[in-house]
């Protein structure tokens, strides 16, 4: 394997000089930094990372932490979080907790300080804040990622999304298309982390004069099969919906499949609206309308936070970030109820 010796001495230069060219920094020439790009592609240099982590006492990597890598707005986001982390010279760890605490803080205690400068983790129903607040305590940078609600920011540096104006969004889009029996599938539990969606949700559709009596509720988890149960509960125990919103794409493709095994036409007997957008959501026929989360816009956010973290001073005041509001994604899943 060559190494950055003989890349400088084919350059003509120093090891420093190969050094600073690869790392973007330093006073280096343009024609010395361009016969040293030269040299790193002629002889096929790859930067020793693990050597590299042992001089500077510090890996240059980030850490991910996420629920459930099955769900599919978990690789999508990483995806994102690892472009933007790219760019600032990082690698990227997922770790993969499975919705299990304990494995989230072998995750942390793993990874944080020793294989990563740093931890991003999703904000989700198993997240421990006592367990990140520690970390942070002990030196690690911490950032809590999509916590929902603005107005009660969490006691850690966060990238918040305002997901109560998810459930608006989804509320006035259904009233305005003329339904008045509505249904809610609520991908956690009552005090879980959809929580705000559904009541974004609920207060918009009592203000515009309907109820929405717990009858009309279900709750569950954030999968394809828990929508589905769910919505056979809902629909048998209330017949007369017209219109069902999801708190995720998730639950929201479950409520999709019950509607098409109880022989419901969609959308002209049941409108069906979700929260996220995944990929899915607009691959699947009928296509699932939803409000869409600034998912880009909030893993850059959260790697700059990382990154702003990591040099951070310590005992500086908690940063917050808040992202773009989402946005009402209308799609074939939608309609005028029947007359």
Partial sequence: M????????????????????????GKVGEETRRRVLAAVESMGYRPNLMARALVE?????????????????????????????????YFLLVCNTNDDPAQERAYLDAVGGALAQGVIVMNADFVQLDALQDLRRRGVPVVLCMWERPQEPPPLPCVAVDLYQAGVLAAEHLLRLGHKQLGAVCGSEPTGNHQWRLRGFIDTVQKAGLDLPASHLRYGHDTIDE???????????????TAVFATNDLPALGVLQAAAELGLEVPRDLSVIGVTDIQLAHQMRPALSTVAMPTAEAAMLAVQMLQ??????????????????PRLVVRASTGKPRA
Wanted: no cysteine; net charge positive.
């Fill in 57 to 89: 006492g510090k890996p240059h990597t980030m850490a991910l932490v996420v629920s459930s890598i099955a769900n599919p707005f978990y690789p999508e986001f990483a995806l994102e979080v690892e472009r933007a982390a790219r760019k600032l010279g």
């Fill in 308 to 325: 702003s973290e990591i040099t951070a001073q310590p005992d500086h005041p908690l940063p917050i970030s808040i992202t773009e509001p």
């Fill in 227 to 241: 929508g589905r149960n769910a919505a056979h509960s809902l629909l048998a125990g209330v017949p007369g919906l």
């Fill in 2 to 25: 060559t190494t950055l010796v003989e890349v400088a001495r084919a350059a003509g230069v120093t090891a420093a000089t190969v050094s600073n060219v690869l790392r973007n920094r």
